[in-house]
Every structure is written in C-alpha cells, then in structure tokens.
T-cell receptor
Framework: NAGVTQTPKFQVLKTGQSMTLQCAQD?????MYWYRQDPGMGLRLIYY???????DKGEVPNGYNVSRLNKREFSLRLESAAPSQTSVYFC?????????????FGPGTRLTVL | KQEVTQIPAALSVPEGENLVLNCSFT??????LQWFRQDPGKGLTSLLL?????REQTSGRLNASLDKSSGRSTLYIAASQPGDSATYLC????????????FGKGTKLSVIP
C-alpha cells in the first residue's frame, strides 16, 4: 500500500516548455487534489477532482490544466512554464468530497523553471 | 475569505518539554480542522482531524483541541523528542459546498537534545 505517489520528484524546465506531473493513489479514494507550496505563502489549491470524471478550479488555477485519467490517477499539466510556477507541487487524495475529507498527501514534485 | 494563522513561525525547545502550537482562523463556520506534520523535503503527514462538533482528539503524545466559537485550535505535544522536529501545519475545511482546505503557514519546531 504505497498511498499517494508522484512522479517526477525533481524537474528543471526552461521558460515556455511543457510538462505533466503525475499522481496516483491506491487507497480507492474518490477525490484528488493538486496544491502548490511556496515560501511564505503556505499551500494553495490549484485544481481538484471531487470524483472520477469531474474537475474544478481551486484558488490558483491559471497556467495549469488537469486530467482525471481514472479513479487512481490525476495529472497536472503546465502548457508553457513560467518562472512564477517554480514551486513544490503536492498531490493529495481523500475518501470522498465532503465535510469529512481527511486528506493524504504525496511526497511532492520540486519544479524549477529557469 | 478564510484565513489561518499560526504563531509562532518557529519554536525551539529542549528535549522532554511539553509544548503547545497555536492555530487561529477567521471564519468560525468550519467543518473540520486538520493538523499535519511536514519534514524537510517531504510531503505532509496527517496527524489529527477534529470535526466541528468535537472539542479534542488524541493520538499518542499528541492532543489537539478546537474552540470553534473563538476560532482557535491548539496542538499539545507531551514529552517532546528530537524526532518531533518538523514543521506543523494546521488547515481548516470551510466554505459552503466547497469543502476546500485552507492552510496556515506552519510552525517550525526544533527539539534540542
């Protein structure tokens, strides 16, 4: 039982390049999330998927797209990376979308955009 | 808009001391509050979740309390150990229908042997 896994762990991009961050969970959770963590800003929600087949914007969605590939997998895509997207990205999941939504986090992807 | 504040930003204590970490939130209409631990370069580990109807939760040496009306939570760590050194984050779920987590910026704890 690996929990929430993310790939890659580290990535360096040049401005304008694209990439996809991968996330998978093996806990049979319905809901999945993408956050970014920046120094002095705390964690902020980018996108979430309340259930398979649905996605919605969070607090900071600009410059990102997501795909809920199936119940296990939720990917985050940067179409044209910018230095402002340098951050640590975390994927999380929870059993369901609702008030009781204890979230479980992956180890993170550390992205640098030059 | 919900805002979550954690004070102090950093705390250093000698091993064996009991300590309290503080979390405050501006909108008391929360569904639950969650405490996390984050080790350097790692992800977040969920420590405790308190539902809005509860006053406290305990797990081992950790005890979290919630006073929803005053917008405050505390995380009490008993008999601190060097292995407790990490950043502790609190987050609240609020917002009618949105159920989104709002995080504080964390308290960095150092337990000195």
């Amino acid at each position: 039982n690996a929990g929430v896994t993310q790939t890659p762990k580290f990535q360096v991009l040049k401005t304008g390049q694209s990439m996809t961050l991968q996330c998978a969970q093996d806990m049979n959770h319905n809901s999945m999330y993408w956050y970014r963590q920046d120094p002095g800003m705390g964690l902020r929600l980018i996108y979430y998927s309340a259930s398979e087949g649905t996605t919605d914007k969070g607090e900071v969605p600009n410059g990102y797209n997501v795909s809920r590939l199936n119940k296990r997998e939720f990917s985050l895509r940067l179409e044209s990376a910018a230095p402002s997207q340098t951050s640590v990205y975390f994927c999380a999941s929870s059993a369901d979308w609702g008030y009781y939504n204890e979230q479980f986090f992956g180890p993170g992807t550390r992205l640098t955009v030059l | 808009k919900q805002e979550v504040t954690q004070i102090p930003a950093a705390l250093s204590v000698p091993e064996g001391e009991n300590l309290v970490l503080n979390c405050s939130f501006t909108d008391s209409a929360i569904y639950n509050l969650q405490w996390f631990r984050q080790d350097p370069g790692k992800g977040l580990t969920s420590l405790l979740l308190i539902q809005s109807s509860q006053r406290e939760q305990t797990s081992g040496r950790l005890n979290a309390s919630l006073d929803k009306s005053s917008g405050r939570s505390t995380l009490y760590i008993a008999a601190s150990q060097p292995g407790d050194s990490a950043t502790y984050l609190c987050a609240v779920t609020s917002g009618a229908g949105s159920y989104q987590l709002t995080f504080g910026k964390g308290t960095k704890l150092s337990v000195i042997p």
